[in-house]
T-cell receptor
Framework: EDKVVQSPLSLVVHEGDTVTLNCSYE??????LLWYKQEKKAPTFLFML????IEKKSGRLSSILDKKELFSILNITATQTGDSAVYLC??????????FGTGTRLTIIP | GAGVSQSPRYKVAKRGQDVALRCDPI?????LFWYQQALGQGPEFLTY????????KSGLPSDRFFAERPEGSVSTLKIQRTQQEDSAVYLC???????????FGSGTRLTVV
């Protein structure tokens, strides 16, 4: 059965800190890994990763995939209170449905 | 519309009541997905439509759950004889094709009392 595990489950840091969120996976027929940010209820897309070692970057957020070790990390530098959210990692399986991890709840203290 | 619209935003049901949750996807999106998100958990797949065809309903937890998309646009998730364990946020997502470029709706929070 496909499996996605995220760590830590929650994280509290001060504004300006840098954080690293982890996602490991066990998936047959791996195609891609996706990161989402969930602030209220609707997850919003951050990154899709398909190739090992190629960093995807968007402002203060970046992510990288290691297909040999079966994990991905999401980095956020110079955190702001607006970064407080649940960060979800997901992989597609079967006919396009997603398997999600439980998420990491990130809280930024001003 | 510009995004995926779900209604109602909140629903409180007494145990045993039937509920119907609506999803209005982005116009032209072929694929539509329903997910259930319990408190403190990631979303879990329920069912998938390609146009009006329900191609996968393997995630529906019991035969009390039923989904339809009769004209390949709006979808309804119906839960019969609701139980307390059905309390969750129900998320709908649509995409032009498959799992790439998913857009999620804001969800319906169902509380069964």
């Amino acid at each position: 059965e496909d499996k996605v595990v995220q760590s830590p489950l929650s994280l509290v840091v001060h504004e300006g800190d840098t954080v690293t969120l982890n996602c490991s996976y066990e998936v047959t027929n791996f195609r891609s890994l996706l990161w989402y940010k969930q602030e209220k209820k609707a997850p919003t897309f951050l990154f899709m990763l398909t190739s090992s070692g190629i960093e995807k970057k968007s402002g203060r957020l970046s992510s990288i995939l290691d297909k040999k070790e079966l994990f991905s990390i999401l980095n956020i530098t110079a955190t702001q209170t607006g970064d407080s959210a649940v960060y979800l990692c997901a992989v597609p399986f079967g006919n396009e449905k997603l398997t999600f991890g439980t998420g990491t709840r990130l809280t930024i203290i001003p | 519309g510009a995004g995926v619209s779900q209604s109602p935003r909140y629903k409180v049901a007494k145990r045993g009541q039937d509920v119907a949750l609506r999803c209005d996807p982005i116009s032209g999106h072929v694929s539509l997905f329903w997910y259930q998100q319990a408190l403190g958990q990631g979303p879990e797949f329920l069912t998938y439509f390609q146009n009006e065809a329900q191609l996968d309903k393997s995630g529906l937890p019991s035969d009390r759950f039923f989904a339809e998309r009769p004209e390949g646009s709006v979808s309804t998730l119906k839960i019969q004889r609701t139980q307390q364990e059905d309390s969750a946020v129900y998320l709908c997502a649509s995409s032009l094709w498959g799992s790439y470029g998913y857009t999620f709706g804001s969800g319906t929070r169902l509380t069964v009392v």
